[in-house]
């Protein structure tokens, strides 16, 4: 018997634009999010906002503050804004400075970037919370992160590796009990395969997919992976260009964090 794929129509929405909010990502990219003031209901879930993904996008769409747009599931998933269905005659302005830390923006391709890798608060959150996630670390909630991070404890991924069960327990909310448990699952798991080490430093557009790509195409070590040019990368199939070069510049400007997570014992 043939099999026969049916596709039915996306189920459409009407919702209103209360709230534009600017997040920055772990790499310093700035996505704008529209928030729905009432919630709109899609396939029985109250979706309460969407991503814009980029100010190119607000820009062909005409979105702002007060517009109604249609809104529908993306794969039944994810919320997304097809078109404005009332315009109010202008659309959303970029930030010129990121709103996390006040930086200049810089413009890179269709993004925003926010070029304050070290003193931006939400990018530092941000790496250190892809980090534990890719090392599957589950102690190392959100909260313990952030108030790491205000505590001045924590001002890099490698500083993980020097905090003592002492400094964790000192920490709100944190018991004695509870900052060795988190200790103890964080050097429990120092031993960490070559793609998900690479994958989980946040370079943009790196994961550890693509690290293992690499790796299958016989760049299978730490060394090798120094060695080569965004050229080289480029070669290996499914690397983009964008890809080898984002791959290539983000190997250099953390070299020395890789360094000091060696010198660490991680393995």
Request: hydrophobic share 40%; glycine share 8%.
């Amino acid at each position: 018997y043939a099999s026969i794929a049916y596709k039915f129509d996306a189920i459409y929405k009407e919702a209103t634009i209360s709230e534009i909010l600017v997040t920055v990502g772990n790499s310093g990219r700035l996505t704008p999010v529209a928030i729905f003031n009432p919630k709109v209901d899609l396939l029985g879930a109250k979706v309460e906002k969407a991503s814009l993904h980029n100010f190119r996008n607000i820009k062909d769409l005409g979105v702002d503050v007060g517009c109604k747009v249609l809104v529908c599931r993306s794969n039944d998933v994810i919320p997304y804004i097809e078109e404005v269905s009332e315009s109010t005659g202008s659309a959303f302005q970029p930030p010129t400075i990121c709103p996390e830390c006040g930086t200049k923006v810089l413009q890179m391709g269709e993004y925003l970037q926010c070029p304050n890798t070290s003193g931006c608060k939400a990018q530092l959150c941000g790496r250190i919370k892809n980090w534990v996630k890719e090392l599957n670390l589950l102690e190392w909630g959100d909260s313990l992160i952030e108030k790491l991070i205000e505590s001045k404890k924590v001002k890099s991924i490698d500083d993980l590796y020097k905090l003592s069960i002492e400094d964790l327990s000192s920490i709100d909310r944190m018991g004695k009990k509870s900052a060795k448990k988190c200790y103890d699952i964080l050097w429990n798991n120092n031993e960490i395969t070559l793609d998900v080490f690479l994958g989980a430093l946040s370079i943009p557009m790196i994961g550890s997919t693509t690290i293992k790509q690499i790796m299958d195409a016989g760049c299978d070590t730490l060394e090798k992976f120094g060695q080569l040019k965004a050229e080289q990368f480029k070669m290996v199939s499914g690397i983009g260009p964008n890809k080898a070069k984002s791959l290539e510049a983000g190997l250099l400007q953390n070299q020395s964090l890789i360094l000091s997570l060696i010198d660490n014992k991680i393995k």
